[in-house]
């Protein structure tokens, strides 16, 4: 084996120890698991967090609406729910979900790795569950949810926790809170408020400055 060989190996070894954990569309199935949204308890979550009917919701990383259609369901005919996700194929289900339940207050939006294609101070309340761990540059996807909330307004970041071995990522690529706390901070956001979802998940709510 060469030198040269052995070097890529080693380069491959290291990418592949700190490169961010992404989740594979085609698995969409594990995002609908009755243990996972027992844990998350999406209605119950979003009423914790103080999001209320009144408030536009972007919901960035939005999978198979998960936390999507709860929220249309709060705000439903006073506010706009904005489903952003990368993957076409999460935005048609939600698309399809939200028309059996008679949502009419959602907004799918396809993104991009690092910009959500919504207009700047477009949301009042972000919901980020379970993404940002699958980021490579943290604070500059960050930098881009607080350009899409409105001054005053929130973000919920949903993390697994890095004791929580049930399902999830591997425990290496797994947010522990300070680093979330420390990425949300750097892009103009302050932590206000922490809650923890049965020992499975964390929460961090933090304000726009």
């Known amino acids: 084996m060469t030198q040269g060989h052995v070097g890529r190996r080693f380069l491959k070894t290291r ?6 954990h992404k989740f594979d569309p085609s698995h969409l199935k594990k995002l609908d698991s009755e243990e996972r949204r027992n844990l998350l308890s999406p209605a119950q979550t979003l009423v914790a967090l103080g999001f209320s009917p009144d408030q536009t919701l972007a919901d960035i990383g939005c999978g198979t609406g ?25 935005l048609d289900e939600i698309g399809k979900r939200a028309a059996a339940a008679g949502l009419s207050n959602i907004t799918t939006v396809q993104a991009d790795e690092y910009g959500t294609n919504l ?7 972000l919901l980020v569950c379970t993404v940002l761990h699958e980021v490579d540059d943290k604070v500059r996807w960050l ?17 697994f926790d890095p004791s929580f071995t049930g399902f999830g990522p591997p425990a290496a690529h797994r947010l522990p809170k300070d680093r ?20 499975a998940f964390y929460v961090i709510k933090a304000a726009r400055k």
């Not at 207009?119 to 309340?125: E, I």
């Open 15 to 20: 990418r592949s120890q700190y490169m961010a």
């Open 66 to 90: 998960l936390f999507t259609l709860p929220a249309a369901e709060i705000n439903r005919g006073k506010g706009t729910v904005y489903a952003v996700d990368i993957a076409r194929e999460m």
């Open 119 to 125: 207009p700047d101070a477009a949301a009042d309340f």
């Open 143 to 159: 930098q881009e949810a607080a350009r899409i909330c409105r001054k005053g307004g929130s973000i919920a970041v949903i993390e």
């Open 180 to 199: 979330t706390m420390e990425a949300l901070r750097a892009a103009g956001f302050t932590p206000v408020q922490e809650i923890n979802l049965h020992g």
